[in-house]
Every structure is written in structure tokens, then in C-alpha cells.
């Protein structure tokens, strides 16, 4: 149980057009779902928390108007990179709390990459 | 949230024992400790989790002191394939973010 699935896996686009990165619950609910933002050999940096029906809460130094999260169900948020640069490069990866103490489950990654 | 300190990296041979400690001076009452294992171009991937003493699954076992303060994950005759970044985390339960130290890379040399 407990399983997060995270569309694309990879995806290059061109500077300038947006990107959008599905995560869903396969089977649980989850009203609160995280994303994070990993650059080479860096850890995971929080990004923001995707509260389902009602607005993200944004990290500090984390635009929110260019990374528009939408929670609109309680299997599904997604993240789009509005008007990407090369600097948005980076690998994306959501998570969610499945139903354990533990059941922080993170989805497979998305490598993002803008030419 | 607590923090949490661990080596930036470790090597070993295949078929050694690898016992990764993490500091968290600051754990609160309520929280787990929770360890993760994350491969390249991969999400993090749940290892084990523990309160207190000492759990143990099919992967690897966790020793936690009495003090709490810090943690030990055991991995038992590690293979090329445990190459990779393990990060240990502390929380509660609930819908707080998991916050990411910057892991211990583990080497495993055949």
C-alpha cells in the first residue's frame, strides 16, 4: 500500500513554455501532498505543501507564481513550471503521508530539463 | 523541526557490516526517526523507523539510545547494489513536511 505515482519521469522542454508534473495516490487519500526540488548531489529541498482544496503554502524563496500547484483532488496535485529557464532544471519529486506513522511515500522523481 | 548531523559519506567492501549514526540533539518527545535510502534519479525509498531501543526488518536493524539523541542504522553484508545516499529524519505524525538533512552517501567497493 501507500503508493505514489509521479508523471513524467523525464521531460526536456524549451525556455520559455511550461512544464506540468502530475503526482497521485494510486491507493490512499491524501489531502496534503509535499514537493521537493533536487539538485546533482544535493539533498531534497522542500519547495511547498500542496493542501488538497485550498491554496499551497509556499517555502521561503520559492515563487509561487512560477510554480503553480494545484491540489484539486485527494489523490492527485500537480506542479507546473511556468515560462521555464535552464536554471529550473533540476529533479523534481513529490511525496504524501499514506496512512502509517512512516507512510511519508515519495513518488519516482521527474528530471526536468529546459533548453 | 529537529536536525539532524550524519557523516557526508562512507565507503565499504561487499559483505561488511555498515553502521551509519545519526545525531539529533534536539528530538522532541513525540518524535520517530525514520531512515530513507535514495538512489540516483530516484525518489526516496523507506528503510525503517523506530522510537526508542531497537527495531529490525528484512533490510536493516535501528539502535536507538535511551537518551534518543542519536541513532544508528545497521545494515547487514551490504552489496554494490546499497550504494547509495541514506538520510535519517526525525518527526511526528501528521502532515509536517519531511525536512532533509544532507544524508550520508554510502560507497559499497567490491
Known amino acids: 500500500g501507500a503508493v505514489v505515482s509521479q508523471h513524467p519521469s523525464r521531460v526536456i522542454c524549451k525556455s520559455g513554455t511550461s512544464v506540468k508534473i502530475e503526482c497521485r495516490s494510486l491507493?490512499?487519500?491524501?489531502?496534503?501532498m509535499f514537493w521537493y526540488r533536487q539538485f546533482p548531489k544535493k539533498s531534497l529541498m522542500l519547495m511547498a505543501t500542496?493542501?488538497?482544496?485550498?491554496?499551497?503554502?509556499?517555502e521561503q524563496g520559492v515563487e509561487k507564481d512560477k510554480f503553480l500547484i494545484n491540489h484539486a483532488s485527494l489523490t492527485l496535485s500537480t506542479l507546473t513550471v511556468t515560462s521555464a529557464h535552464p536554471e529550473d532544471s533540476s529533479f523534481y519529486i513529490c511525496s504524501a503521508r499514506g496512512q502509517r506513522n512512516y507512510g511519508y511515500t515519495f513518488g519516482s522523481g521527474t528530471r526536468l530539463t529546459v533548453v | 523541526l529537529a536536525k539532524t548531523t550524519q557523516p557526508i559519506s562512507m565507503d565499504s567492501y561487499e559483505g561488511q557490516e555498515v553502521n551509519i549514526t545519526c545525531s539529533h540533539n534536539n528530538i522532541a518527545t513525540n518524535d520517530y526517526i525514520t531512515w530513507y535510502q535514495q538512489f540516483p534519479s530516484q525518489g526516496p525509498r523507506f528503510i525503517i523507523q523506530?522510537?526508542?531501543t531497537k527495531v529490525t526488518n528484512e533490510v536493516a536493524s535501528l539502535f536507538i539510545p535511551a537518551d534518543r539523541k542519536s541513532s544508528t542504522l545497521s545494515l547487514p553484508r551490504v552489496s554494490l547494489s546499497d550504494t547509495a545516499v541514506y538520510y535519517c529524519l526525525v518527526g511526528n505524525s501528521g502532515n509536517t513536511p519531511l525536512v532533509f538533512g544532507k544524508g550520508t552517501r554510502l560507497s559499497v567497493i567490491a
Open positions: 491507493d490512499f487519500q491524501a489531502t496534503t
Open positions: 500542496s493542501n488538497e482544496g485550498s491554496k499551497a503554502t509556499y
Open positions: 523506530g522510537y526508542k
